[in-house]
């Protein structure tokens, strides 16, 4: 599973990307984001606040119910504020 | 619709002619270009990065653009949005849109300019005499994408 | 804000440039240009004429202009408005408006734009295959005049 | 008093300005367009519709019964079409 990080959550975390092995106990974002937590203090301040993380599985929003698969791509990042 | 994601800079004049061409069948052509302005709040901003998710970022823009054709009757458009470092004063973004209605030109570059604010993922990092931080979403953006929502 | 009335063709890059100059002020630019279009109806455009109140024309912009600047927070404007022969493409209106407000330089642009079509002395006589006629005012710019009165 | 006429109005009555002295018995535009009437064919095709008539007295939209002096400059013109 690739995972790709932006913005804020690219700086906290240190890193724009890392591929990892999905555990079979996660089924979903947040389940995802919960195991992230757990992989250090930059995980924890990258994902402290779940108002201000955006996730895109293979590019597209999705909510953190989302289902996921080891094949995926997810990205997370902070509200968008472009233009 | 045309969309790119570039670093470089771009030309109004060059995409509004590219877009019309010998066309004589146009009635409006409404433009809104985005620069870095040099203030934010009460800090003089001295740079901007803009960062984005390469593909989704056109992905998303190239939708946006064709909800604007399937809601208003357009003759054509170019979205151009920037990335990369810049100064206050350059350019970020343009949306060119041609109609024969002044009215449906005007909404549609309104509706993209709105949806791509909050749906688009590009994000700005100001440097200013205060040191850098991360430009922070404004709920006032999510509420002119929702009002779109009729 | 710049006001003309002219009979020349007006370059939009070389407008904006003049307004904005050397600012960093600016976070936001929009634009609308009218264009004669070839058809109107179901008859072909081939030619059309503009006739102006000279004086009174530059009069009513300036005083439309005024009220936009009342209204949105503005950083400078330009209107300019062709009269006399125009062909099927070419450029008729040029509105730019310049404001650190996305929202405000869209509103200000097309207010505008609809005071304009029913308070500028301008009048269109377009020629087609089936010989020439005055352009009838349309009910629905004076109701979108009338929308802009809250 | 100098009287202007546009577009429409102008190609009926046949020229696009005229000076004329304002009659005593006339007070207002909507005098005026009755006096005008009176002056031909064409100034009666000019003036047949009344709903399709704009008038600027000294460069200032008026309604019909805006009262006149004489060094009054009046134009009459069909509603505007331009942008």
């Known amino acids: ?83 | 619709m045309k969309v790119q994601v570039q670093d470089q800079d771009f030309d109004i004049a060059a995409e509004i002619k590219e877009l019309c061409g010998e066309r004589t069948d146009i009635g409006a052509i409404v433009t809104f270009t985005g620069l870095v302005c040099d203030f934010h709040g009460n800090d003089k901003v001295q740079k901007m990065t803009l960062e984005h998710f390469p593909g989704m970022a056109e992905k998303q823009l190239e939708k946006i653009c064709h909800t604007a054709t399937e809601r208003w009757p357009l003759q054509g458009g170019t979205v151009i949005h920037r990335y990369g470092p810049l100064l206050p004063g350059d350019q970020i973004v343009l949306v060119v849109i041609l109609s024969a209605h002044r009215e449906a030109a005007f909404n549609a570059a309104e509706f993209i300019m709105d949806w791509l604010k909050t749906n688009a993922p590009f994000w700005k990092k100001e440097q200013t005499s205060k040191g850098t931080h991360w430009v922070e979403a404004k709920d006032a953006d999510l509420i002119k994408t929702k009002g779109w929502k009729e």
């Open chain 1, 1 to 83: 599973m690739e995972l790709l990080y932006f913005a804020r959550i690219r700086e906290d975390i240190g890193q724009s990307s890392e591929t990892i092995s999905l555990p079979d106990t996660i089924s979903d974002v947040s389940g995802l984001i919960d195991h992230l937590r757990e992989q250090g203090e930059n995980y924890q301040a990258a994902f402290k606040n779940e108002t201000i993380i955006r996730v895109a599985v293979n590019q597209t929003y999705v909510d953190f119910d989302h289902p996921l698969v080891d094949n995926d791509e997810i990205a997370f990042f902070p509200p968008m504020t472009g233009g």
